[in-house]
Each structure stands twice: as structure tokens, then as C-alpha cells.
């Protein structure tokens, strides 16, 4: 079970105490990997003991860490935030089954108060290196893992931020309904199936020219992908192409862009001769991609 379907458990038993102490964890990220006890006495302004004992408690629920100056706040703890603070807003009441487990994010089926299907995506950049920050002792864990929470918070905001400035063009991407802290909550792609999962269409070439001109339409928009691949490319239930992770995305004006535009158009290139038995030319290709009008 991953940490953020315990999270969801976690949020049905959890105290108003305990959430106004994971929140000053929260608060001091930027400026503080951990807190001390009297630092979370002081800003949580509840009283010492009140204060151990939710520490306690949220240590049992692995929602904080402990280390040599203090305590932290742990991925489990972020996840559990990011859903209360959808449940508060009413943004949705119930997560649901997995949709897809990445390898920067988990996508999770969601409920509305109106019964509407949503996913919700958790960013999990840094995975790898989260895990084998656990082998090493508390403190320098507790150092990784502050880092890793920014990291994916940051990514989350990347994300709204380029989807946002690529909704008012011809690419089809998700919606994004709300963020809080590293998650997002977006439309559901009906029957979204990722592209490294589809072994036949067809009309590959057609597929293959839909992926060519959304990734010539953003770069048009000054802004390139970094990442794409057959891994974060949906064809749904129409035939329909959606690219549907951004957040490593830069514009234009990237010293390397050049080289990360041939990279975008390298990776899918490669994967439709491979895959559909194509002979397109990655030079021409790419020539077509970053010339085409908008």
C-alpha cells in the first residue's frame, strides 16, 4: 500500500491537534528541515504537553520523523496535508483505486461531492533516492527527505503553472481543478491508455503526427516538455494523444533547449519505428517540429 492510500485512512482518524501540528511542520519547510520541540511549542502555541502527546502520536502514525535536532516532517505527513486540505475544501471526498504508479508520481482515482470522477497525482520525484536515504542513519534521512518534499511541491506548482499557459491552445491536456502542497486533482481521461502499453493502431502514423504537433505547438509557446517519452504520452478511447506530465518543462530561452527539443522528438521517434515498424527520420522530423506554423 503506498503512503498516500494510508494517508487517506489517516485523514478519517485525525485530530484537529494533529493536523494544526502537521501544518507548522509544513509552514517552516523552506526555512527549517526539522523543529525542535520548543520550536513547535512556540509556533503551534499549544502547550508542552499537549504538544508531546501529538508528537507522539503522529511519530506512531510515521506522519513525522525524529532525528538529532528535532522532528520532521515525513512524505506520508505530506500526503496526509494535501488531503485534508482537499476534503476541507470540498474538493473531493474519497480517493479511490490507482490509476498508474510512475516513476515520479502515483495517480489515484478520486471523488467529488457530486459524485464526478477525478484523478489525483501525488509527485514522487526523488523516489530512489528517498528510499536509500532510509539505509543511512535518522539525521541524514530526515536531511534527503526535507529536500524531496520541496522538490515535489515545487513540481506540483511547475505543472499548474505550464498546463495553465497550454490550456488556451490546441493540446490536449489535463484540467486541473486544484493543488495542494505536491498533489494535483485533474480531469479523468477516459480509457487513457499510456502509450508503452498499446501494441496496435491503426494509423501510427497519424498517432505519431498528433504527438508531433502538440510538442511543435508548446515549443511554438516557448515551452518544451524535458521528458517526454511513450511512459507520459495517453492515447484515449478516441485515438485521442494527451501529454500529460510537464513539470520538468523550460522555455525556449534554456541554454540547452536545443538539445532538449531533439531529445522530446528523439524518444517518440524512436519508440513509433520501433513499436509500429515506421522508418521516420529524427532530423526531418524534428526540422518539421520546430518550423510548422502555430
Known amino acids: ?143 534527503n527527505i526535507h529536500h524531496w518534499l520541496l522538490v515535489n511541491i515545487d513540481a506540483a506548482k511547475k505543472e499548474c503553472d505550464v498546463l495553465d499557459q497550454l490550456r488556451h491552445t490546441r493540446i490536449r491536456t489535463p484540467i486541473i481543478y486544484y493543488r495542494a502542497m505536491h498533489c494535483i486533482v485533474m480531469n479523468i481521461i477516459d480509457d487513457g491508455l499510456r502509450l508503452i502499453d498499446v501494441k496496435k493502431l491503426d494509423n501510427p502514423k497519424e498517432t505519431l ?32 494523444t494527451w501529454i500529460i506530465d510537464w513539470p520538468q518543462a523550460v522555455s525556449r530561452r534554456h541554454p540547452n533547449a536545443a538539445d532538449l527539443i531533439r531529445r522530446d522528438v528523439y524518444n517518440i521517434v524512436k519508440f513509433f519505428n520501433r513499436r509500429f515498424n515506421l522508418n521516420k527520420n529524427i532530423d526531418e522530423v524534428l526540422r518539421e517540429v520546430i518550423t510548422a506554423p502555430t
Open 1 to 143: 500500500m503506498s503512503s498516500a492510500e494510508v494517508a487517506a485512512k489517516v485523514v478519517k482518524i485525525l485530530e484537529s491537534g494533529d493536523y494544526k501540528l502537521l501544518k507548522v511542520l509544513a509552514s517552516g519547510l523552506k526555512q527549517h528541515a526539522s523543529l525542535t520541540k520548543d520550536e513547535i511549542v512556540t509556533y503551534s502555541k499549544m502547550h508542552e504537553d499537549i504538544v508531546n502527546f501529538r508528537i507522539s502520536r503522529l511519530h506512531g502514525m510515521k506522519l513525522i520523523g525524529k532525528n538529532e535536532i528535532g522532528y520532521s516532517l515525513l512524505m506520508m505527513g505530506l500526503d496526509t496535508i494535501a488531503l485534508k486540505m482537499l476534503a476541507d475544501n470540498n474538493i473531493i471526498i474519497g480517493m479511490g483505486k490507482p490509476i498508474g504508479v510512475g516513476k515520479e508520481s502515483d495517480v489515484f482515482e478520486a471523488i467529488t461531492s457530486t459524485k464526478e470522477r477525478r484523478a489525483i497525482k501525488f509527485f514522487r520525484i526523488g523516489r530512489i533516492s528517498f528510499r536509500e536515504a532510509r539505509r543511512k542513519r535518522a539525521f541524514a534521512a530526515s536531511q
Open 209 to 240: 503526427q498528433s504527438i508531433l504537433y502538440d510538442i511543435g505547438v508548446a515549443y511554438k509557446h516557448n515551452i518544451i516538455n524535458c521528458d517526454l517519452s511513450e511512459y507520459n504520452v495517453l492515447l484515449d478511447s478516441r485515438n485521442n
